[in-house]
């Protein structure tokens, strides 16, 4: 029911700036809230930032706490991650996700690679 693509990845230096975007199609309840989550090289993949579905709530990972800011456009179906002072160690795919109202995260995306050069 839900198709989800992400943009935006790429080549950047430290320090650097990125944002990532994931246009969503199918049924709005189904995706309630959205989320980010990245898995690096043999790693395992970790979360990263949510939204509701009316952006009046946020949550993110300590790590990227401060830097990174997860937003939505309901009109364009479309959730962004802004990624400011980029890190090496934050070098990864990134993934978008999506999950209705009391639901796990259930829709993903393809994932758009992000490397952090140092």
């Known amino acids: 029911q839900v198709v989800l693509v992400e943009s935006g990845g790429g080549l950047v230096q430290a320090g650097g700036t990125l944002r990532l975007a994931c246009a969503a199609s199918?049924?709005?309840?189904?995706?309630?809230?959205m989320g980010w989550f990245r898995q690096a090289p043999g790693k395992e993949r970790e979360f990263v930032a949510t939204i509701s579905w009316n952006g009046g709530s946020t949550s993110y990972a300590e790590s990227v706490k401060g830097r990174f800011t997860i937003s939505r456009n309901n009109a364009k179906n479309t959730v962004y991650l802004q990624m400011n002072s980029l890190l090496p160690e934050d070098t990864a795919v990134y993934y978008c996700a999506a999950r209705a109202f009391g639901a796990e995260y259930k829709y993903w995306g393809q994932g758009t690679q992000v490397t952090v050069s140092s």
């Open positions: 199918g049924p709005t309840y189904s995706t309630a809230a």
